[in-house]
């Protein structure tokens, strides 16, 4: 075991990754000799060679056009795009192409090596486009899956599993947490399952399901409510597509509140799948309606920001109101 | 890393306009299908010229019959590849037929050129239990692993950017093959062709990128398409070889693309050729071309067909004669009908493919949304007789249906 950021540890997975198999390569753009504006790809060049690691021109839609066919092949792609904010260039290479190769080839070709990572999120002071949280519109892609871990040990577990799946993966990282967040992380290889919710802390009275950075305010909103004697159950769902219905519906089922919770808008945001999920499933279980605890509908601000962010605050009301429902 | 070469400085005030990028033609074969003065011949071995030949018929036959069925309601789409074929299999024929090939959609002469069989385009574009593609993609969408055709998609231009990276795969693998991407003088306005040509470059892959420049994306004639002279010259923007040729020349095209291959696998050169070629036939069989071109000018273009160039070259060198024409024309034709009549009876695909390769296995909540469907057909058997055929009921036929 080991201490570390989640920088070093999903730096650690990608070394595990290319050290295990030489299938292995990483690009995007500054990721080579620099190791990417945020570290995480540090002396992978180094290690693997110029051919394996290494920049990109500026151009995300090259990118993941490039990694696409390069998974056809038989690689095993992990492209870096920026910021999750700069994704939207790579739109059609990924919904239109990455999402569908295998379905619409009958199976005959598919891109299942390729990892995209990118970080997403808040609270850095980074404005409508160093901010924001995609996750929705692509968890509305059949053939996607999209994956968000919330500390060090789940970052290098859920990035490996990620890289070794055989499907395209998108695997977002909070990037808040980059250094905030650091804890003891195997340096073994190990993988944490895709399509998995993790139940951080069981409870009675009320679920609490959110994911990446956002956990971390669930975490500081669940104190408070335990202070005023409300047993909380956690849940990370870790995966977003193919999310884990089961265990969120037997929590609810259990608790009969919920209150999901993402930095993104609401409207459209993926706690509204959640939340219709859930009603149909536990309708007779509910106590009181679900609660969504989420960015305002309008592009990421900047001076305001705090008061934007879904906080432990607006999430410890939410849980007063369900319970005095 | 900086630029390799120092700049030259200069005190003139002096704007360039890109003239001095202007790209002559290359061709061999003069439009009557004779070779030019000064030509040596043959370029290409009595069998390969052959296989081409052929391959360059049965496309035209596919297409005539194909297009012929849609116009008779028994397909619901086709596109044509008539006035292209020497561009597309002259190109494929100077390939390793190991090669990657990754078209746009009109491109499937190369596919009869590596011997995809009769049925299998026929399966294909009935979409019943035997498509390649499961039902899942319109007609004219073919792939095949085996000869190493990726399954086409409709959006124009993904695949450029996505044949660069093909290509570095097979570099990184050093299994001394390449990738060549076909696409039209449309496509290379978007996004994807700019992005693919500079990280090809940059990364010096094996990859060619064939242009087909037909003069039209659907009705959007080529001058309105750029102002410059072609699209051959923005090679020069990436530092890429580039050859600009003639697209109804066989024998220009086989050996243009001969010598970007050598450069692509043996020095990881990509290159850019620009096939300068003419649609002759509609976009697809939902465009009316009378709207936007001329009969003049379509009739101009009829007399510089590759099919006949090439007929008279091989005839001249007696590899070829009317009588076998006659009868391999008669042997398609009656192939691609006897074929029809098959795929159109066989049955659709069943119906768990709606749901199977979106990942690589069935997740739990496909696997309830496929019971719930089933349960919905079960109940209403007639409006969905596809289904409900699949589900073992016995409904009505529908119109179209065997």
Redesign the interface.
Known sequence: MATMNMLQAINNALDTAMATDDRV?CFGEDVGSFGGVFRATSHLQERYGK??C?N??L?E??I????????????I?VAEIQFADYIF?AF??IV??TA?F?????????V?GLTIRAPYGGGISGGLYHSQSPEAYFTHT??L?VVVPRDPHQAKGLLLAAIRD??PVLFFEPKRLYRASTGEVSEADYQLPL?SADVLKTGDDITLVGWGAQMTMIEAAVEFAEEQGISCEIIDLRTLM?WD??TVVESVVKTGRLVVTHEAPLTGGFAGEIAATIQERCFLYLESPIARVTGLDTPFPLTLEKEYMPDQWKLFEAIKASIEF | MSSTKTPTIVHELALLDGDEYRLPTFALLDPQGMLYPGVESPLLDYDKARRIYRAMLFTRVLDERMMAAQRQGRLSFYLQCTGEEAAVIGATAALDDGDMIMAQYREQGALAYRGFSTDAFMNQLFGNDRDCDKGRQMPIHYGSAELHYMTISSPVATQIPQAAGYAYGQKLANDGHCTITFFGEGAASEGDFHAALNMATVHQVPVIFFCRNNGYAISTPAVEQYAADGVAPRAFGYKMHVIRVDGNDVLAVHEATREARRLAVEQHHPVLIEAMTYRLAAHSSSDDPSGYRSRKEEEAWREKDPIRRMKRWLIDLSWWSEDEESEWLETYRHDVLESMKRAEKRPPPPLETLITDVYDEVTPRLTEQLESLEAHIRRYPENYPRGARALGIDVPDERGEG
């Open positions: 390569v051919a394996r290494f990109t021109p151009v839609q090259g993941v056009g490039f990694a696409n066919g390069l998974a056809a092949q038989g690689a792609p260039p059609d290479q239109s192409e569908k295998r379905y619409r080839s009958g199976n005959l070709f598919n299942g059949p053939g899956k055989a499907n399509g193919p219905v089961a």
